[in-house]
């Protein structure tokens, strides 16, 4: 291992991009289910874009966390037999990821919606996702790897904290911003939010070799009988005439799931 040590940023504060807009949400998820029946005829009288706004709006609210989470998830907009071939459901139980996200919020105890989401962040989205996908690269090129962020002692002195202080108005990470400033620079505390994601779905619909690429591993994909030959054509259609960035997600998960049957199980089938 190289003695160079890259030191990744991950903070046990506020981590995922889901806490700002449904936390709050879940205080109003009452109003909303009391305002539904009152609100239906006012839609009809609305601009349209508007109404359909406000209609999402209450519906999505009417969801309890931590199954909102999942609303912008395109799997979950489907129904698993639109997935999935009969003979992979009957050996699977499509019910078991949201069972798991439930088990994991529900373990976090009466600490709050904020609480509760760093908790499923924490293991899903950096011990089960960033940590092993950071670790892993990091280690095959031969760089030791430190998250300061996620030190035992600090992790335990983030639970302390009361949620009303690690998110306010929405303002993601307000607590160590607040508690950094004058000790980092003010360019560092007042920068924007980059997520680390690549423009993969975009550069797939551009970029004639990785286009061909995606759509040639999906289409092995299609002869394992995983997934149904419609669902896969659908996503491909969307990724490729409706939405590019949200569908491409889809398409990169679809091609390294083919990758890696090619590589370690190839004559697998379903």
């Known amino acids: 291992m190289s003695a160079?040590?890259?030191?990744m940023p991950?903070?046990?504060?506020?981590?995922?991009?889901?806490?700002?807009?449904?936390?709050?949400?879940?205080?109003?998820t009452h109003a909303a289910v009391v305002v539904t029946p009152i609100a239906v005829e006012p839609l009809e009288v609305l601009p349209r874009p508007v109404a359909r706004k406000l209609d999402r709006y209450v519906t999505q609210a009417n969801v309890p966390l931590p199954d909102r989470l999942q609303s912008y998830n395109f799997l979950h907009?489907?129904?698993p037999r639109e997935v999935f071939p009969a003979a992979v459901l009957e050996r699977v139980d499509p019910r078991e990821p949201l069972a798991m996200l439930r088990s994991e919020y529900a373990e976090?105890?009466?600490?709050?919606a904020v609480n509760r989401m760093l908790h499923l962040d924490w293991q899903f989205t950096l011990q089960d996702n960033d940590l092993v996908k950071v670790n892993t690269m990091c280690r095959h090129a031969g760089v030791d790897v430190?998250?300061?962020m996620l030190d035992d002692e600090l992790v335990?002195?983030?639970?302390?904290?009361?949620?009303?202080?690690?998110?306010?108005?929405?303002?993601?990470?307000r607590f160590y911003r607040h508690a950094m400033r004058g000790f980092l620079p003010d360019t560092v505390i007042d920068k924007k939010k980059h997520g680390f994601g690549l423009p993969?779905?975009?550069?797939?619909?551009?970029?004639?070799?990785?286009r061909g690429h995606a759509t040639g591993a999906i289409e092995s994909l299609r002869d394992r009988r995983l997934?149904?030959?419609?669902?896969?054509?659908?996503?491909?259609?969307?990724?490729s005439d409706v939405h590019a960035a949200y569908y491409g997600e889809l398409v990169w998960i679809l091609m390294v799931l083919e990758l890696w049957f090619a590589a370690h199980m190839p004559d697998v089938r379903f």
Not at 10 to 25: K, L, Q, R
Not at 108 to 112: E, Q, S
Request: with cysteine.
């Open 4 to 7: 160079e040590t890259l030191r």
């Open 10 to 28: 991950g903070t046990a504060f506020t981590h995922g991009h889901v806490h700002a807009p449904s936390a709050p949400t879940e205080a109003r």
């Open 77 to 79: 907009q489907h129904a």
């Open 108 to 112: 976090a105890g009466a600490t709050g």
């Open 146 to 148: 430190a998250y300061p």
């Open 156 to 173: 335990a002195f983030s639970c302390r904290i009361a949620p009303a202080d690690k998110l306010r108005d929405g303002d993601l990470r």
């Open 200 to 210: 993969f779905g975009v550069w797939t619909r551009t970029h004639a070799g990785l």
């Open 227 to 239: 997934f149904e030959p419609a669902f896969l054509d659908r996503a491909l259609a969307l990724h």
